[in-house]
């Protein structure tokens, strides 16, 4: 058996040099658009997770205030909050045929059996109407875009200016023991707006 003759290939040191270079630029660009998905997950993340804890806090703010824990803020304006702010899997499902019968047995309820209707239940059914009858240009556009976010933004300041003048002032809102549950919430509502128009300037 012969030995195998390897043929050494010649390279141009320039040429290897571009190639180096190239492959140095491609991974730079790989790890920018690794940065960059990552930081856009993080934020759509950081938005959702939001949404949902200024909901929780807007209902918290609409028992607090149903409850013997009363509030001297317009806790009607938490509707409008509610339903600009509704997740979008809690708001398909209550706009879908759920809704619906939910919207159709509170109306029912309401007109036969005024007696019986519960006044705790007046502001959550308006809720569950008005997510059900609200054109798509509120429900669909509205809802989703900026004028939504700066509804959300106006209401929530509007209740904390509302709930500290009611409270006797700044300092009265947070040390009274009603005051902190109530202040706590309406700051939970303003952080996600907030949130939203920032991301949404970036």
């Known amino acids: 058996m012969g030995k195998i003759g390897y043929l050494a290939m010649k390279t141009d040191p ?9 492959f140095k630029e491609l991974g730079s660009a790989a790890k920018k658009l690794a940065n960059h998905a990552i930081k856009l997950g ?3 993340f950081g938005t959702s997770f939001l949404k949902w804890l200024a ?7 609409l028992i607090l205030d149903r409850t013997n824990w009363k509030t001297n803020i317009l806790t009607s ?5 509610i339903f600009l702010s509704l997740p979008n899997i ?4 209550f706009r879908g045929e759920v809704g619906k019968w ?9 007109l036969f059996f005024p007696r019986r209707f519960p006044d705790w239940l007046e502001l959550p ?8 009858v609200a054109p798509s240009l509120i429900a669909d556009t509205i809802r989703g875009d900026i004028i939504g976010v700066l509804i959300c933004l106006a209401i929530g300041c509007y209740l904390l200016q509302e709930h500290i003048r009611a409270s006797g002032g700044f ?8 005051g902190i549950s109530n202040t706590v919430g309406i700051i939970l509502l303003l952080v996600y707006p907030v949130w939203a128009f920032i991301i949404d300037l970036l």
């Open 14 to 22: 320039a040429a290897s040099e571009l190639i180096a270079s190239d």
């Open 77 to 81: 304006l938490l509707i409008p909050y």
């Open 55 to 61: 909901f929780v806090a807007a209902v918290y703010l």
């Open 90 to 93: 809690l708001f398909s499902l």
């Open 125 to 132: 059914a308006a809720l569950i109407l008005v997510i059900v």
């Open 171 to 178: 300092r009265n809102s947070f040390t009274k023991t009603h």
């Open 102 to 110: 939910i919207a159709v047995i509170a109306v029912i309820l309401r």
């Open 42 to 44: 993080g934020l759509g």
